[in-house]
C-alpha cells in the first residue's frame, strides 16, 4: 500500500453522470495523502465498457508525465451514444512510486446525434386547439416487453414543465423539467434509468404537462406564451434485453391524452388541484383509457435539443412550521421561520368539496398582519379541494413560491403544525464552502446569504423567488459569482446558463438584461451585459477551466465589440440605457439610480471587461487577439483618466462608488490610488461609517479597502448594524439578504411595493470578502493550484473558521487569538498544491508549528520576507501555526 490513494473521480464536475453529450468529456480527480509535500508527478487513465477493465478496454491514456488531475479531456476514440464508460486512474508521486488503482466511476452518454431521435412531438388535442387552454395535461401509453430486462432508459423533454411516471410511480425525485433555457434555440432533455421500474409483460408510461417559463406569465407585463402557445412531449425509451436486442417506445399519435385533476398550474399564481376527479391508476397498466383522445402530433425540431447540462433541481430539505399564528385580521398563518424557496406539503382528512387555500407571503406587516403587497401581481396561491373518504396529501407538481409565511383557510388552526411541512426546492448544487466566526450577527449573515443563493438558483440564477419576475438578471448574477462560487459548485449552473447568454446575444453583441431573454427587461447595459466576460472569466479562475473561455469566447468578445461600437469615440462609453449604480443611497429624490455617472461606470466596466477578454484570449493561445485587447484597455483606461480624472489626479465624480470602480479596475495611475483610497475612506467616515453604493459599487467595496491597508475600516462597516449596512436586516430578523438596506425600515414600515423583494442575493456578495480577507483563502494560480492563505485579522473577531473544497481538496484556515495576545493559526492544503501563508511577523524565531522551529517542520518549501512579516511556500498537508 502507498501512502497516497487516488478518490473522488468526477466527470464535468460530476460524479457518475447519467446522459451527458459531449464528446470529449473532462475527468479529474482528488488525492489524498499521509504525508505533508504530495506532489503527482504523472497519471494514468483507462477507460471501458466494463468495470473489470481488461476485457473491455476502450482507451489508455499510458503513463502521463503531468501534474493535473483536473479538468483532464478523454481522449480515446468517439464515444458512443447511449454507452456506460467505466474509467479508473492511478498516479505517481515525484519519487516514482505509484498509487493503487482508484475504485471505479462512470459516466453514460446520452444521444449524441439529433438523428438519433425516433420519437416525435406530441401534444393533448385540447392543447393544440385552444391555446388558453389551462388544465394540465394527462399523457399516457402502454407497451409490452417481451423478455429479461437488463437495462431501461427514458429520455425525454417537454415544451413546458413536465413530470414522468412509469407503471404508477414517480421516475425520479427531480423537478421543474426540462428546465428553464432559451427554447427557440436550447431545450435541455432528461436520461432516467428506469430499469428498476419496467417488467416483462406490460407496462405503461404516463406524462403530465404544465404550463411553466415555456407557456406560463412571465416578467411583469401580465404577458405569457413568450415561446410558445401549445405545451408538448417528446418520449424516447430504450429497453435492452438479455439476448442483446433492444425495444425502442416512442411519444406518437397512437398515445392518448386528458385534461385531469390539476386545473391550472403557473409559476407565478401557483396551483388549482380538485381532487374530486383525480384519476385513479392511470399511469398505471389495466387503465381503460378508451375514452381518452389520441394525442396530437406536434411540429417542433429535433436539431435544439441538448442533454442535462446541469444539475437538477430537487426538494433539498424538508422544514417543520416553527409556529402557528392568528393575526390581528384573523388570519391562520404558518411561520416556517426562514425565507425559503419551493412549496409546502399537506395532509388533510376533510370532506369533499372542502377548499383548502395556501397563500404565501415573504413578510407581515408592521401590525402583524398577512402581506403580499410586494408580490404585485404574482398570486402565489395553492387551493386544493378534498376528495374526502380519507387522509389525502398534495404538494404541488409546477409552481414554486417564495415565503415564509403560509396564510392557510380550510384546515382547522390546531392541524397545521404536524400536518404541513416546507419543501425547499433549488438546484441541488454541492456546498463547497463555510465560514463562521465569533460574532454571530455575522454568522446569521453568512446563512442568510447561503439561504439567499438556495432560493434563487433554481435552474437559473433569479433576482428573487417571488413577485412577478424570477428572471436570470444578468447584473445580479455577475456581481455575485465570487460569492456563489464559494459557497457551492456553480460551473455546470453557470455554464448551462453562459451558454443561453450567448445564444440569445444580438447580432450586434448586445446582451439582454435577462437570461433567457425576456424582451420587456430590455438589452445592453453596462455591468449588466459585463456578465458576458467576468461569469466566465470568474469560472476560469475560481476552477482553472480553459473550456470555458473556449466556449464563451466569440460571446466575450462580441460583447466588448459591442460596447466598442457604443460611444461618441471608440474609448468612451456614454451614450445608449444604463442602469448605472442601480439603488445607490445617494440616489435623487424618486430615482433608484446612485449618483456615480453612468459613463463614469460604462467606461469602468468597458475597460474592465476588455482587460479580462485580453487575458482570456492569451489563456486560450490567441496571441493576436490579446494583443489587441491589451492595446484597446490600455486607450480606454487613458480616456478615462482624461474624462473623469482630474490632471491632479482626483476623480472628478467624488461617490463611493467612483472611488471603488476607479480602484478595482486599476483605472487611476499608480501614484494617485493611494490618495484615492484615502478619499473613499473619508467618504465613509464622513458619511457616519456608512456605505452609500448600490449594485455596482458595494460588491467590491471591502474587497478595495483591504487591499489598499483599510482593513479596519472594512470590518466597522461589516460590524455596522444602523442603516444602510448589511446587519441592519439582520438585526430587524432577516433570514434572506434584502433587495434594499431598508426593505423594512425601522418604524416597521416598507420601503414600497413596486421592487421590494426580502430574498435578493445581490448584497450578499460580501461574502467574497469574508472567505478570501477574514478567512483568508486567495488563489495565486487558477483552480487554487497555487494559494495564498493571509487572512486579516483585525481587532474585531476573536477567531475564523473557513473552509472550501476547491476542485483540488479541501482549503481550510481556523484562526483564534488568545489572551495572551498569541494567535493559532490552523490550515490545510490539499494535495498536490502548494500556498504561500503569510503571517504578520518578521522574525521567525517567534514563529512555531505544532510547537516545533520553522527550520524543523517538513512540508516548508521555503521563508521569504513579504512586507512586514514573513511568507512561508508550504506543500500539502494540515499544519498548526502559532505566533505573537
Known sequence: MTYFTVSNLRVNYRKNPLGIDDARPRLSWELTSERRGFVQSAYQIEVAHEDDFLPALVWDSGKIDSDRNVHIEYAGPNLKSRTRYYFRIRVWDNQGMVSAWSEPSYWETALLASEEWQASWITAPSSADDTDHDACDYLRSDFTIEGQIVSARVYATSLGLYRLFVNGVIADDTLFNPGFTSYTKRLQYQTYDVTALISQGVNTIGFML???????????EGQKEFFGASRAALIQLHVTLSDGSEQIIVS???????????????????????????????????????????????????????????????????????????????????????????????????????????????????DGNFYTGNLRSAKQTITYICRGGGEETYEPYFSFQGFRYVKVTGVPKEQLMERFVGCVIHTDLEPTGSFACSDELVNKLQKNIVWG??????????????????????????????????????????????????????????????????????????????????????????????????????????????????????????????????????????????????????????????????????????????????????????????????????????????????????????????????????????????????????PYLNLVLSRFGYTDLAYRLLLQQEYPSWLFSVVQGATTIWEHWDGIKQDGTFWSDNMNS?????????????????????????????????????????????SYESIHGTIAVSWKREQSGTLEMNVTIPPNTTAEVVVPVSDRNRIAENGKQLDQISGLIRVEAAGEGLSLVIGSGSYRFTFA
Not at 404544465?210 to 411583469?220: D, E, I, M, T, V
Not at 385580521?329 to 406539503?345: A, E, H, S, T
Request: net charge negative; glycine share 8%.
Open 210 to 220: 404544465g404550463n411553466g417559463w415555456y407557456k406560463g406569465y412571465l416578467a411583469w
Open 252 to 366: 406518437d399519435g397512437k398515445w392518448h391524452a386528458s385534461s385531469g385533476p390539476l386545473l391550472s398550474s403557473e409559476l407565478y399564481h401557483g396551483e388549482t388541484y380538485d381532487a374530486r376527479i383525480a384519476i385513479d391508476g392511470w399511469s398505471s397498466p389495466g387503465f381503460d383509457d378508451q375514452a381518452w383522445p389520441n394525442a396530437a402530433i406536434h411540429q417542433a425540431p429535433s436539431s435544439t435539443l441538448v442533454a442535462q447540462e446541469n444539475e437538477p433541481s430537487k426538494v433539498t430539505e424538508v422544514l417543520k412550521p416553527a409556529t402557528v399564528i392568528t393575526t390581528l385580521q384573523g388570519d391562520k398563518v404558518l411561520d416556517m421561520g426562514q425565507n425559503m424557496v419551493g412549496w409546502v406539503r399537506f395532509a388533510v382528512n376533510a370532506e369533499a368539496g372542502t377548499v383548502i387555500t395556501l397563500q404565501h407571503a415573504e413578510v407581515l406587516d408592521r
Open 453 to 698: 443563493q438556495r432560493g434563487n438558483f433554481l435552474d437559473i440564477p433569479t433576482d428573487c423567488p417571488q413577485r412577478d419576475e424570477r428572471l436570470g438578471w444578468t447584473g445580479d448574477a455577475q456581481v455575485f459569482i465570487r460569492t456563489a462560487a464559494f459557497n457551492m459548485n456553480v460551473v455546470p449552473f453557470f455554464e448551462k446558463w453562459l451558454k443561453d447568454l450567448a445564444a440569445d446575444q444580438e447580432q450586434d453583441g448586445r446582451v439582454p438584461h435577462v437570461i433567457p431573454d425576456i424582451p420587456a427587461a430590455g438589452y445592453g447595459s453596462s455591468a449588466w451585459g459585463d456578465a458576458a466576460v467576468i461569469c466566465p472569466w470568474t469560472l476560469y479562475e475560481c476552477y482553472g477551466d480553459i473550456r470555458v473561455l473556449k466556449t464563451q469566447y466569440p460571446s466575450m468578445q462580441a460583447w466588448v465589440e459591442y460596447m466598442r461600437a457604443q460611444g461618441d469615440n471608440e474609448y468612451l462609453w456614454n451614450t445608449g440605457f444604463h442602469f448605472g449604480d442601480w439603488l445607490g443611497l445617494d440616489a435623487k429624490e424618486n430615482s433608484y439610480t446612485g449618483a456615480t455617472p453612468k459613463d463614469l461606470i460604462a467606461t469602468a466596466f468597458y475597460a474592465y471587461s476588455t482587460d479580462l477578454l485580453a487575458k482570456a484570449a492569451a489563456v486560450i493561445g490567441k496571441a493576436k487577439d490579446a494583443e489587441e485587447y491589451r492595446a484597446l484597455h490600455e486607450k480606454i483606461v487613458s480616456a478615462f483618466r482624461t474624462e473623469f480624472v482630474t490632471p491632479s489626479g482626483r476623480v472628478a465624480s467624488p461617490t463611493q462608488t467612483a472611488y471603488v470602480l476607479a480602484l478595482m479596475f486599476d483605472l487611476l495611475e499608480e501614484k494617485d490610488r493611494p490618495r484615492a483610497a484615502r478619499m473613499l475612506e473619508e467618504h465613509i467616515e464622513e458619511s457616519g461609517t456608512h456605505l452609500t453604493t448600490g449594485f455596482v459599487g458595494t
Open 758 to 802: 426580502y430574498n435578493h442575493y445581490a448584497y450578499g456578495a460580501i461574502g467574497d470578502w469574508l472567505y478570501r480577507v477574514v478567512g483568508g483563502i486567495e488563489l495565486t494560480e487558477p483552480g487554487y493550484k497555487k494559494i495564498r492563505i493571509q487572512p486579516e485579522f483585525g481587532e474585531h473577531f476573536t477567531w475564523a473558521d473557513t
